[in-house]
């Protein structure tokens, strides 16, 4: 896969049910703050139809991932953990994880 230089929509998305759910959310969202460093940064959260979402701005979204996915909330998150990213500007997405998954969307 070979991304055009530029930012893109890092999208970490966890259902959503309860608020323990939220409370894992703000904890993630913690985690990803302190590790992402140089690679972007983070853009915030929301939450709707069930579902959660961290977003992060990079240049880099497989890079990020690959550095933060053994961070320990990250890690236990998952096997519910669905990740992905698009241009900045564009609509479409391109899921990282899990794999096997071909569709993806923000509400």
Do not use: C
Not at 9 to 32: K, N
Not at 47 to 73: C, D, K
Not at 74 to 100: M, Q, S, T, W
């Amino acid at each position: 896969m070979t991304l055009m230089p530029g930012v893109y929509q890092l999208v970490f998305q966890l259902p959503w049910s309860s608020q323990l759910d939220f409370e894992e959310m703000i904890d993630l969202e913690g985690e990803l703050r302190s590790a992402v460093g140089d690679l972007g940064e983070v853009d915030g959260h929301d939450m709707g139809q069930g579902e959660m979402n961290i977003f992060v701005h990079t240049a880099s979204p497989i890079r990020l991932f690959e550095s933060v996915r053994s961070l320990p909330g990250i890690a236990r998150a998952l096997p519910r953990l669905k990740v992905a990213f698009r241009p900045l500007d564009g609509d479409d997405y391109e899921i990282l994880h899990p794999p096997g998954l071909y569709r993806f969307t923000v509400a």
